[in-house]
Nanobody, 135 residues
Framework: QVQLVESGGGSVQPGGSLKLSCETSEFVLRAYAIAWFRQAPGREPEGVSCIRSYSYDETTYYADSVKDRFSVSRDLAKNTVYLQMNNLRPEDTATYFC??????????????????????????RGQGTQVTVSS
């Protein structure tokens, strides 16, 4: 069973920073790409970032809205994927959750292709952590 547990959310002022963590198992990190999504009340989920799971190719991807502000990384020793969020804005307020690419009909489990347009390929997700940006 794929389990992912997010942490690190909280309340910050605009311009502040937070670092989210997504803890899982070594198997999950080696077998599946991990993506971060967010959902604000009354809105559809939005892709934030994705990281491939090849040890020799941890290419990362970002939504235009967070590019140059957010950074995704993973630590195999800690079985954790991180999302460093800098220069936070009120529009970043949402519940953030990480998800593993476990439902890919093309079996591209380690890739981030179509991560924004077909989030259903990331079929296993955590419970989420709340991020609030407000003055």
């Amino acid at each position: 069973q794929v389990q992912l547990v997010e942490s690190g959310g909280g309340s910050v002022q605009p311009g502040g920073s937070l670092k989210l963590s997504c803890e899982t198992s070594e198997f999950v990190l080696r077998a599946y790409a991990i993506a971060w999504f967010r959902q604000a009340p009354g809105r559809e989920p939005e892709g934030v970032s994705c990281i491939r799971s090849y040890s020799y190719d941890e290419t990362t991807y970002y939504a235009d809205s967070v590019k140059d502000r957010f950074s995704v990384s993973r630590d195999l020793a800690k079985n954790t994927v991180y999302l460093q969020m800098n220069n936070l804005r009120p529009e970043d307020t949402a519940t953030y959750f990480c998800a593993a690419r476990t439902e890919d009909p093309d079996r591209l489990f380690r890739h981030c292709d179509l991560w924004e347009t077909q989030p259903e390929r990331f079929g296993s997700r955590g419970q989420g952590t709340q991020v609030t940006v407000s003055s």
